[in-house]
């Protein structure tokens, strides 16, 4: 059959989905700087798809405008069409950046973290998802059966990352059924970012043309264990010596570290409706699910919100510098990754810029938002958040996410986790 290639260019979404539009391959010269069109209120579909509330309306013009740095073209020599895809930002058609545009977030976010400090972030995104096109036996976590089962999808999961230009680190089975984890090598915020979108994009064509799906949702059931992002993360400088560890500090953390850190704890209250921000993230966020439950740092723990890692068969202390890192266990699939860790940064650049220090809690830690509507209430109330966003954006995602909580307000847990596995 005749058959022309096809581009897309779209972005990840507040909602966590990759929305865009496609175009001719052959037009691919003309769209690098007028992208394709957009509207403001397109940011504010659910991930269900309908637009509940917006303050734009119907009005006004914006471009997706591919980054050149964020292609994937990936043949999976299947007879399938090419999955050929650009990452992008959302701009004004004067060409400056959209204020809601949440890659731009994610920049503004870096620029913070270097006022503050003068050091970048590198980052690795831990994915956790489910695989359909395997059984559910008991008693099968992280085994070699669980790994047999999967057949050819790790490998053709590798295989994809690495033509698209990405490192895959892992792959595995985990711990909940038909469970699977997938990490990529760390890289600087940005791309590491986009490498998490393209990663769990491209385990969803892969899955899809084996005739399954990869769930990312944050419990794809009620009663099950749940899907984190875990982002794991290191401060450099500006030449990029890693500046995280002191073996003197507290938790083995650097001064600087501790700070990020201390900011980070700081707004997790408000945060949390960033970095976990689906209703059925907080049924994720509860006792006996490995997951985070308290504001809290805690070494080598996968309990707590912030995890420091250990660090293997470190022989030096330039080598044990260069490998220590934190992990952030607040967070799920229902993020948009730039979302995520755009807000992880700014708060740990704010907790440089006051110099806060860890804190010393009497007794237990206080706790996690119980529910996004708890976590919303913090982030409106939150004076940082406020500067971190401006007022458009703010009042976009929370009206968003509000619109998303009011129109699954009824559904009991069961329910609630089969619609949020059908969009994630």
């Known amino acids: 059959m005749l058959r022309e290639e096809l581009i897309f260019v779209g972005t990840c979404d507040i909602a966590g ?39 734009f309306g119907t009005g006004g013009d914006l471009m997706v405008v591919p980054d050149m740095s964020a292609e994937v073209c990936v043949d999976f020599a299947d007879g399938s069409a090419v999955e050929h895809f650009f990452l992008g930002d959302i701009r004004n ?18 620029a913070a973290l270097d006022a503050a400090s003068g050091l970048h972030l590198i980052a690795a995104f831990e994915q956790e998802f489910v695989y359909t096109g395997v059984e559910d036996r008991p008693g099968h976590a992280y085994s070699l059966g669980a790994w047999r089962r ?14 698209a230009g990405l490192k895959p680190d892992s792959f595995l089975p985990e711990y909940g059924p038909r469970q699977y984890e997938l990490t990529i090598a760390p ?29 990312f949702s944050p419990m794809p059931t009620a009663d099950g ?47 949390t409706a960033i970095t976990a921000p ?11 699910r490995w997951a985070p439950t308290a504001i809290d740092i805690v070494k080598q723990d996968r309990g707590a919100a912030l995890r420091v890692c250990p660090v293997f068969a470190g022989t030096t202390p330039k080598k044990i510098a260069k490998a220590f890192n934190l992990e952030f266990r ?8 730039y979302m995520a860790l755009g807000a992880l940064i700014f708060a740990g650049a704010d907790g440089i810029a006051r110099k806060l220090t860890l804190p010393k ?64």
């Open 150 to 163: 999967q057949g050819g999808f790790g490998e053709s999961v590798i295989a994809a990352l690495r033509e």
């Open 93 to 110: 058609t004067d060409g400056s950046p959209w204020e809601c545009c949440p890659r731009e977030f994610l920049r503004r976010a870096i």
């Open 225 to 271: 264990v749940g899907n984190g992002v875990h982002i794991h993360f290191s401060l450099h400088d500006a030449g990029g010596a890693a500046v995280t560890y002191d073996a003197k500090g507290p938790l083995g953390l650097s001064e600087v570290a501790a700070q990020f850190c201390a900011g980070v704890l700081h707004h997790l209250p408000a945060v």
């Open 17 to 55: 989905q990759v929305r865009g539009k496609g175009f001719p391959a052959r037009e691919l010269a003309a769209r690098k700087k007028q992208g394709v069109g957009w509207t403001h209120s397109n940011l504010m579909q659910t991930a269900f798809g309908p637009i509940l509330d917006t303050p």
């Open 330 to 337: 607040v967070s799920d699939g229902s993020a948009s990754p």
């Open 187 to 215: 890289q600087p915020a940005l791309k590491a970012a986009d490498q998490a979108v393209i990663a769990r994009e491209l385990t969803r064509a892969t899955a899809f043309r084996l005739g399954h799906r990869a769930i």
């Open 361 to 424: 809690y009497t007794g237990e830690a206080p706790p996690l938002p119980h529910s996004l509507g708890e976590a919303l209430d913090g982030m409106e109330k939150s004076a940082a958040i406020k500067e971190w966003f401006g007022p458009t954006f703010l009042d976009a995602y929370l009206r968003h996410k509000r619109s998303e909580l009011a129109h699954v307000a009824a559904l009991e847990p069961p329910e609630l986790c089969a619609r949020y596995a059908e969009v994630y």
């Open 278 to 288: 689906s209703p059925v993230s907080y049924l994720r966020l509860t006792p006996n």
